[in-house]
């Protein structure tokens, strides 16, 4: 599954568009295959999928933060007929029905604490996504080790990336890759 990562991105970095324009940006001057998109409803999607396939890159949308869908089987199933392929999200009841719909499923995890590690490595095993993404991008990477090793999924980062460091420093530790809303990052 870490060829999931390399499909999204050449590079150590995934562009999340939290607005049109940033979109706009990151289908015309960045070369990764992939987009998180941030923004967005259930009526915007179908033109942002289409601008996306013509462009040749791939859409990962953060169900979480998309709206006028619901948060449930029926609105999977609508996503995926609209074309979704790949989506993120912080529920993990959402993860098999989404993999059921074909859909590759990145489960977004937030690491403020040693319960909260011990907690994403049991949501891991029961919700079984294809990847993993940990926020924020700066825990220490004896976290990402510890993930890695309990899990054997891909894993991204994000989350207040502001500098090349930040992203390296995340790499160092043993991501595939970040994710970043940061335009002047996404080279």
């Not at 529920?91 to 859909?103: I, N, S």
Request: proline letters at 5%.
């Amino acid at each position: 599954m870490a060829n999931l990562i390399a499909n999204l991105c050449p590079g150590p970095v995934v562009p999340a568009a939290r607005n049109y324009d940033d979109f706009r940006h990151a289908l015309a001057h960045t070369a990764a295959p992939g987009i998180i998109l941030l923004f967005g409803d259930i009526n915007s999607l179908p033109g942002l999928l289409a601008e996306a396939k013509k462009h040749g890159k791939r859409l990962l949308v953060h169900l979480d933060l998309l709206d006028g869908v619901g948060k449930d089987r029926a609105g999977l199933k609508c996503l995926a007929r609209l074309g979704v392929t790949a989506l993120i999200t912080t529920k993990q009841q959402l993860v098999k029905p989404a993999r059921d719909e074909g859909m590759i499923v990145v489960q977004r995890l937030f690491i403020m604490d040693s319960e909260a590690l011990r907690t994403a490595v049991k949501i891991l095993a029961q919700a079984k996504p294809d990847a993993v993404e940990i926020l924020p991008a700066s825990v220490p990477s004896w976290v990402f080790r510890d993930l890695s090793s309990h899990t054997g999924l891909p894993l991204l980062a994000g989350g207040l990336v502001a500098t090349r460091a930040d992203i390296d420093a995340a790499i160092a530790a043993g991501v595939c890759a970040v994710s970043t809303s940061n335009r002047d990052l996404w080279q």
